[in-house]
Every structure is written in structure tokens, then in C-alpha cells.
């Protein structure tokens, strides 16, 4: 694996599109015509797809695509955390939102199988099938709390975050000792909770982990949906009480609001920019990055700035994603040859 990036190094959030043969294959399963060992045979061919696609796109950090998660984001660890019982479902009816997730009760104290989530053997898997510079991803406390009950047996939904920051930090250790060296959490800008509260969360899940971090903060993403009021200023400066080198933010979708913040709120920290509207169906071209990307450096150094989507590509078809990945890419290099000319 090398080591060097060049300048404005492009990456992804985590998530790809995925194949239509996923989907397929995720319901014979569940209809009881797939076994366990089919499923785990086209997982395999998922992450070697989204491998293969980022790599033909020209990305420079890549992840597994997080192909191995079959339903959202946390939802596929949901089934397998014990002691949380599922809530009834208010709305089922009509147009969907984020009223009509499942949510769940805590009855006891949380815990996860003695394998943990398997983000271990995923990024083993990755880094066995590459050569570029790989990402490890996991959702935060916050996102893990975020659909639990605290019920009696926590006191709010803090405390449920707090214990999923214990059970994260085992995770992420692990990932460490695998080889991991560069890890992203990723959490929701839920406005009910404070920056300086984010910040300690990610410091408890984060503790001892050796690794360069980054810090994903999420407006929602499910089916291209937002979810909470999209304005980071709220935020600062009490998220810099993170120890996160990295701080990923979404722009493109913003049509590049608070860019400006990093000039204010940067603190030498590296900025992962979302200059990629994964929320819009629209065709994002090679010119359409660079000009976001030239908007990013007007307000942050140029050696502190990783270029990756807003957010990941879950809930977008395949080729859309491919298309934006291919546009990343060569918006980043206008933008590099540009700044070469200067020099």
C-alpha cells in the first residue's frame, strides 16, 4: 500500500451503490431461498464490485462500500444488539419519513455477540483486495442511540450513547490492532444535543485508539432525505473539543453554505469536504466539483483539505454513483493542475 496521497486526495464517505443482484439476493434470503453461506458469497462479490468501481473512478481512499449492511445503516446491527425490544410502529401508511423507522425499547444493558459488528473482518477483507489507501467506517454512539428507548434501564438518551461509545471503542481497537489507520465515525447533527456533548461521546469512543480520525457529521441521508436542520454553525466551537484530525462536512447539497466556517471554526484541523450532492438526482460534472472545491480553498489550506461526497451513496443507484465518483475524481485533478500551474 502507498503511503503518499497527492494533493486534494479524494475519498467516499462509506457507503456505494449498490447492484441490482443485491437486492435480489437480500430477498431470496428472506424468503428462505438464499442460505446464510449465499448470502455471504454475494457479500463478497458486493465489496468486490464497490472495490472495483472506486477504484475505475479513480478514488484515492476507498472503503468496502459497506456492501455487508442489508438494511440502512445501523439497522443491520440492530438485529443482532440484545437486550432492546422493538417498539410499535406509528405510521405505516403513505409517503415515507424517519416517522416510519423501526424504533426499539432498551430492556436491560446493551450488548453485542462476542464478535462484536464484524467491522474487523470486513476491513481485513478490504485491505486483502487492494491496493489504495483504505478508510475503516462506523456509526457513532449517537447514530447507534438514536432509535433506542432508554426505557428503564438507562436514564436518557445520553446514557444509551454512552454505552455504545464502550462497545464502539472495543470495536475500533480492534480494527487497530488489524491495521486500521484511518477511521471515520459518523453522526447525526440531531440538534438536540450539543456540539461539546458530541464532542465528549466521540472522545469516550475514540479513547486510546491509534489512528488518524475522522469525524463525520451527518444531516440524514435515508432514501436522499435530510433529517435535521442543515446548519453547522450551531455546532462550534465546541465539536473542536473532538480529538478528531479530520472533520467531514457536508457542502455540495448546501450549494456551499458555511464553507466560510472553517476559516473561523478550523483549528488546524483537516477538513473532509463534501463537494458531491448525493441527495440530488442531477449529473454532477468534473467542473461542477472543481468549482465547489475552488469555493473550499478560499476559507481552508490546501494540505488540509481530503475531497469525498456528502454523505454516502446508499440510497442511490448504482450507475449515479459511479457517474458522481468519476466526477470527484476529475474535479479534483482540474483543480491540482490548476495549483501546479501557479507553483
Not at 82 to 105: C, F, H, S, T
Not at 148 to 165: L, M, N, Q, S, T
Amino acid at each position: 500500500m502507498t503511503d503518499s496521497l497527492p494533493l486534494l486526495p479524494t475519498s467516499v464517505i462509506g457507503s456505494h451503490g449498490k447492484p441490482g443482484w443485491w437486492f435480489a439476493s437480500v430477498k431470496a434470503f428472506e424468503a428462505g431461498d438464499f442460505g446464510p453461506g449465499d448470502l455471504d458469497e454475494m457479500f463478497d462479490d458486493a465489496v468486490d464490485t464497490a472495490i472495483r468501481d472506486m477504484e475505475a473512478a479513480g478514488i484515492d481512499v476507498i472503503t468496502d462500500g459497506e456492501a455487508r449492511r442489508t438494511d440502512g445503516y445501523v439497522d443491520t446491527y440492530y438485529k443482532i444488539i440484545k437486550n432492546i425490544a422493538p417498539l410499535p410502529v406509528a405510521r405505516k401508511a403513505g409517503p415515507w419519513g424517519y416517522d416510519m423507522q423501526q424504533r426499539y425499547e432498551a430492556v436491560g444493558r446493551i450488548e453485542t455477540p462476542p464478535a462484536g459488528f464484524g467491522l474487523v473482518h470486513d476491513y481485513e477483507y478490504l485491505k486483502a483486495r487492494t491496493s489504495r489507501r483504505v478508510k475503516a467506517t462506523c456509526a457513532g454512539p449517537l447514530t447507534f442511540g438514536s432509535r433506542i428507548h432508554p426505557g428503564k434501564a438507562y436514564k436518557g438518551v445520553v446514557d444509551v450513547a454512552e454505552r455504545f461509545a464502550e462497545v464502539i471503542n472495543q470495536e475500533l481497537k480492534g480494527l487497530v490492532a488489524a491495521g486500521a489507520d484511518w477511521i471515520q465515525l459518523d453522526e447525526p447533527a440531531r440538534g438536540s444535543v450539543s456540539g461539546e456533548e458530541m464532542a465528549r461521546l466521540f472522545n469516550l469512543a475514540t479513547e486510546g485508539v491509534t489512528a488518524r480520525l475522522g469525524f463525520h457529521i451527518c444531516f440524514g441521508n435515508r432514501f436522499g432525505r435530510s433529517r435535521f436542520l442543515r446548519s453547522y454553525e450551531p455546532y462550534f466551537p465546541g465539536l473542536l473539543k473532538a480529538r478528531a484530525d479530520e472533520f467531514v462536512l457536508e457542502f455540495a447539497g448546501r450549494e456551499m453554505a458555511e464553507a466560510e466556517l472553517w476559516q473561523k471554526y478550523g483549528d488546524g484541523r483537516g477538513l473532509g469536504a463534501g463537494v458531491i450532492d448525493v441527495k440530488g438526482f442531477n449529473q454532477d460534472t468534473a467542473e461542477d466539483v472543481a468549482r465547489r472545491i475552488r469555493k473550499v480553498l478560499q476559507h481552508c489550506p490546501v494540505e488540509k483539505v481530503t475531497l469525498n461526497p456528502d454523505c454516502g451513496f446508499g440510497w442511490s443507484p448504482r450507475y449515479l454513483c459511479n457517474h458522481k465518483l468519476a466526477s470527484l475524481a476529475a474535479g479534483a485533478k482540474l483543480v491540482r493542475a490548476e495549483l501546479t500551474g501557479k507553483r
